[in-house]
Every structure is written in C-alpha cells, then in structure tokens.
C-alpha cells in the first residue's frame, strides 16, 4: 500500500548510502532518522509486509532495460556468490568451495549461503566501462539443507536454467545473449536455452571431450542404453578449421560485442 512504499522507499536509498553492513538499523541513521520513534515501521516492510520479489525484479529489469538497452541485444551475465552468515536461524547456508582464496592447489571452505544472480551487463554512460547490474537473485541451498526437510535439491545449472526461461518470458521479442563462467558450461543447460533462442557464451577446455546426444532406442531393446553418441572433434581441432576461420569472419556483431565483454571486468 501507499504507506509501506514511503517507508520502502527509505529503505531503498538508505541502502545505496549506507556504508559496511546494510542493516536497517545502518539504513535510518545515514538518512538522518536515528532518532525516529516510529522505527518498527521499517522493520515491518521485510518482516511482515506481502510482497513479490519476482515482480519486484520484473519491474527493476524493466526500469534498467528502458535506461541502458532501450534497443538491441539484451546481454546477461550470471554468477553465483557465498554470503557468509552464521547463526542458529541461518537454516539454508552450507558448506562450498571459496572461489577467491582457492586454487588448484589449495583448497579452501567457506561457509554461509549461496546465492546466484542475474545481472544486466551494460556500458554506463558516465563510466569508462561494463557494469553488471544485477536485478533476479535466488537462493540455493545446499543438498544437505534439501535432504533434511525432504525436498528435491536444484543444483545450479537448474537454477540457472530456470531464471533466465523467467526472463525470457518477460521478454519474448528481445534477443538474449547469456555470458557466463566455466561451471555453467553443462550440454542440458546450453541445450534448453538454445530451444528457447537464448544465446549462451561460456569457457569450455579446448580439450573438452564432446559428443552426439544419444541415438534413439527402440523400445524393447535389451541391454543399457547409451547415455552419449558418436564422438566429436575437440574444440582445438575445430579452431584450426578453414570453415571454422571463414565463420569468424561473418559473425554477428551481436556476439563480438558479447565476447568483448567477456573481457572487460563487471562490478557488482
């Protein structure tokens, strides 16, 4: 309603300007209302006000679009994030891979929750370079988390699969072009999206062994059936290919501006 906007509105800006942890406490006094006797109101737009939060993301995507990409491809970029919290009432947070301080040689763990975005990646007119601005973000628990409460566990290409289907529904005539990292370079996820015209760029090992989807099994047939088909060349072989040269060439301006921002570093 009209009196919980005034006081998500607060919330919003306080947000931008609040230094460290965005708490609502942080929130009021950099907006110059620590002394607001009223407080709880603030409180309540998280804690018991009805909202959607896929519409809420709807209408921020629709707002950053009309802004940044009012023509053209629409470039997505998505990556997953560890937030780390502890306490009893954190139910969902697991344990994960730190991807900042590992490496190949060393292993580190983190603990806490994993969230995974949806980010507009767009050129700021007012910044020499690419912002990621994120506007969908889920949670995903962790198997353990899943098992526990008897729920069927996502991992994140279906996660992934299913937000970016979402923004293809809240956008059918645009073109989607998805630039994601090496963990999301799975065949089902690439697969689905490339069904519903979403184009996927991702790293791939050079030497990846690729091949055939299975070929159809007549039913009856005794014996396991095959999980892959006939081999295919590795993406080495392809690279040195006349044909492969000649493609290059004739590349849609599309994904050379996609693959252009692949290169440059995002923020969140």
């Known amino acids: 309603c009209h009196r919980t906007w005034r006081h998500a509105e607060i919330l919003l800006v306080g947000a931008i300007l609040a230094p460290g942890k965005r708490t609502v406490t942080s929130i009021l006094r950099i907006c110059g209302l620590s002394r607001e006797r009223h407080f709880v109101n603030d409180h309540r737009v998280l804690s018991r006000a009805r909202w959607s939060g896929r519409e809420a993301a709807r209408l921020l995507l629709g707002l950053l679009i009309q802004a940044f990409v009012p023509a053209g491809p629409v470039i997505l970029g998505l990556d997953d994030t560890i937030e780390r919290r502890r306490g009893k009432r954190i139910k969902a947070k697991g344990i994960y891979r730190d991807p900042v301080r590992s490496s190949d040689a ?3 763990k983190a603990s806490g929750l994993r969230w995974l975005s949806l980010m507009l990646l767009a050129p700021i007119p007012w910044a020499a370079r690419t912002w990621a601005l994120p506007f969908l973000t889920a949670l995903a628990p962790s198997e353990r988390y899943c098992r526990e409460r008897r729920q069927r566990h996502k991992k994140l290409t ?3 699969r299913q937000m970016v289907l979402q923004v293809r529904r809240w956008l059918p005539e645009r073109e989607l072009v998805l ?3 090496m963990g999301f370079a799975a065949l089902e996820l690439l697969a689905a999206l ?5 184009i996927c760029i991702t790293r791939l090992r050079l030497d990846a062994a690729l091949y055939e989807p299975a070929p159809w099994r007549r039913p009856g047939t005794a014996g396991r059936p095959r999980t892959k088909g006939a081999r295919l060349p590795t993406l080495s072989e392809v690279l040195i290919r006349t044909s492969t040269l000649r493609s290059v060439r004739k590349v849609s301006p599309i994904l050379a501006r996609a693959a252009a921002f692949c290169c440059l570093e ?3």
Not at 194 to 198: D, L, P
């Open 106 to 108: 060393h292993f580190v």
């Open 158 to 160: 279906d996660w992934a």
């Open 179 to 181: 630039v994601t990292d």
């Open 194 to 198: 490339s069904r519903r015209g979403v």
């Open 266 to 268: 995002t923020t969140d």
